[in-house]
């Protein structure tokens, strides 16, 4: 039996259990669950004692599990997992457009997920990326940056500066008043 600290027999350092345990606390609280709301609509498998467990870093998970609880979070396994720090995988840094805040939109993702059709499912795969280069799974709600309306403009079949107006039709654009 392998322990807590080794993995397909190959020790795991201590510190990176608990980047793990890290990752999987964010996403649960991203999705603004408790770890007993986890454990109930999850219908016991996952419980609140073990998961805590590893979110402090005490316990390692194995990847069939890591997988069920990526499902269950409806996340990337990935996203589960601490991102790389060798220095290939540093983040790029991002050119600041000072005009970038005041070119965003937020779309309505649950009401997205209620749709149907070709457009959809297009405009579902896109923002799903963005969620993902972000880490952002809360769920309910994505901002759209200026950049990044293009694309939605290309999805759409409309011109750039008819794009948020489109989304509001759809009923996918929250306007904040």
Known sequence: MLSDNEVGGAEMPPSYGRK??????????????????????????????????????????????????????????????????????????????????????????????????????MLSRYLSMIQVQRQDFNGRVLTIRRDDVRALACILGTAVEDTAPRLEVMGLRIVRG
């Open 20 to 121: 793990v345990g890290e990752r999987l606390r964010a996403i649960r609280r991203q999705k603004r669950l408790s770890l007993q709301e986890v454990e109930a609509a999850s219908s016991q498998e996952f419980k609140a004692s073990v998961l805590g467990a590893y979110e402090r870093g005490e316990r390692a998970i194995s990847v069939p599990r890591l997988q069920r609880l990526a499902r269950f979070y409806s996340v990337p396994v990935d996203q589960l997992l601490p991102k790389d720090e060798g220095p290939e995988f540093a983040p790029v840094p991002s050119g600041n457009n000072p005009l970038a805040e005041d070119f965003t939109i937020t779309i309505d993702l649950t009401r997205l997920e209620q749709m149907e059709g070709p457009e959809a499912e």
